[in-house]
């Protein structure tokens, strides 16, 4: 029972830190710029396919291939993948904030809903067109082999994941708070007004909330798909729980919503070790429960709106 209850938690832990990077895409875009990427489970199924575009193209393979065979990336081309996959995320970020919110921010109405709604249909098309709706096996760049202590299993790219994600989130953290971007990110979402008095171009720092948030989407896609496979339609669920994470946590707290991915991710991974066919189930149950008692979730702020 220890055994399994170990699986369950590490298994969990990796799960949710997949889940706490798309939540903390989601807190840095609503902090900054008051809006959502309902595209933004799209993106995470966008890292994933540029990811293994790019390495199909490294390994000179034609791009819309949908088999490795026997061929394993080495880690210098994984990490040029990754590299590509951050650079084109961060680009579609920024197209997205210009084409998409910027024209409909700040206006009466929800414009920018259905723009990054419609944002993420063209993305997903896009990729139908070129790969087709079946999913592609893409190899670990640390090995399939499960490693096995203290009675349970667990694979490299789990790991690989776990650690990546907490290195990026304590950067993130860092850069938040001891330096000038991250100071100039946060007054913005403080107040964007007196930001913009203070001196502080407040358009670069939303297009950069928008560059960070994609390029985190990107890099949960990449670190995901040696673990589910790479699918058009995989960063649905992906979007959809890290959005709940986010509203577990509190969307305007960015530590509470990696707090919320992590908790969310235990607790399906236990919920799964339990009844699987109830996951969903007890996810959403969850969500509603914290929802009913906490409105702005566990860590979040309630904000005064003066008239």
């Not at 799960?15 to 895409?25: D, I, M, N, P, Q």
């Not at 084109?88 to 809903?113: E, H, Q």
Request: with cysteine; net charge positive.
């Amino acid at each position: 029972m220890i055994d399994a209850l170990l699986q369950a938690l590490i298994s969990g832990l990796a799960v949710g830190s997949a889940y706490a990077l798309v939540a903390l895409g989601f807190s840095i875009t609503f902090t900054t710029t008051k809006t959502l990427n309902f595209a933004h489970g799209d993106f995470v199924s966008a890292g994933a396919f540029i990811g293994m575009s790019a390495l199909f193209l490294i390994l000179g393979m034609p791009i819309s291939s949908t088999s490795f065979g026997t061929v394993v990336p080495a880690g210098e081309t994984q990490f040029l993948g990754l590299f590509i996959v951050l650079l084109v995320m961060g680009a579609l970020g920024w197209l997205l904030y210009v084409l998409g919110v910027r024209p409909f921010a700040g206006r009466p109405g929800l414009a920018w809903v259905m723009s990054t709604l419609g944002f993420g249909v063209i993305l997903q098309s896009m990729g139908m067109a070129i790969w087709g709706p079946r999913p592609v096996v893409v190899p670990s760049p640390v090995g399939d082999s499960v490693i096995r202590f203290w009675g349970i299993g667990i694979r490299p790219q789990e790991l690989l994941m776990l650690g990546v994600s907490v290195v990026v989130m304590v950067v993130f953290e860092r850069i938040m708070n001891h330096t000038l971007i991250g100071k100039a990110l946060r007054a913005v979402a403080a107040n964007g007004a007196v930001a913009s008095l203070m001196g502080i171009n407040t358009q670069a720092m939303m297009v950069a909330a928008f560059v960070i948030s994609s390029m985190l989407a990107g890099l949960s896609g990449f670190l995901l798909a040696p673990i589910t496979q790479a699918s058009l339609f995989m960063g649905l669920a992906i979007g959809l729980k890290g959005f709940s994470s986010a509203m577990i946590g509190g969307l305007n707290n960015p530590r509470g919503c990696v707090v919320g991915g992590f908790v969310l991710g235990v607790f399906e991974s236990g919920v799964n070790l339990w009844e699987a066919q109830w996951r969903e189930v007890a996810v959403f149950v969850l969500v509603i429960l914290v929802l009913s008692f906490r409105p702005t979730g566990l860590f979040g702020r309630n904000l005064a709106e003066k008239i």
